[in-house]
């Protein structure tokens, strides 16, 4: 099992970054393929990006794409997410989940797909 305790979250506004960071336990942290999910309020969880066992592996929902950066730190246990050029709509709940195995082609943007969820940081993003 892994349990995952997610930080960085705050109020920036529109245009401005953040880092935040997913931090696991457990010492088969490197099996896990990790993601990033948003929700926001009366909203279902919104896949953001996903990263398999290396940092070289990565996959963005649209929105995330060119503005987002998902990264992994195996000696850490650490999964980030920096996000650039921020805009009010990404206003939500930040939640990091994981899943055993590796990440294939085309997967896994489903929140049914993770089985381990941490408790969400909150982001919000001022006009």
């Known amino acids: 099992q892994v349990q995952l305790v997610e930080s960085g979250g705050g109020l920036v506004q529109a245009g401005g970054s953040l880092r935040l960071s997913c931090q696991a336990s457990?010492?088969?942290?490197?099996?896990?393929?990790m993601a990033w999910f948003r929700q926001a309020p009366g909203k279902g969880r919104e896949f953001v990006a996903v990263?398999?066992?290396?940092?070289?592996?990565?996959d963005y929902a649209d929105s995330a794409k060119g503005r987002f950066t998902i990264s992994r730190d195996n000696a850490k246990n650490t999964v980030y997410l920096q996000m650039n050029s921020l805009k009010p709509e990404d206003t939500a709940v930040y939640l990091c989940?994981?899943?055993?195995?590796?990440?294939?082609?085309?997967?896994?943007?489903?929140?049914?797909?993770?089985?381990?969820w941490g408790q969400g940081t909150q982001v919000t993003v001022s006009s």
């Open positions: 990263v398999g066992w290396s940092s070289g592996n990565t």
């Open positions: 989940a994981a899943r055993l195995g590796r990440l294939y082609v085309g997967g896994y943007h489903s929140a049914g797909q993770y089985n381990y």
């Open positions: 457990g010492r088969t942290f490197s099996t896990y393929t």
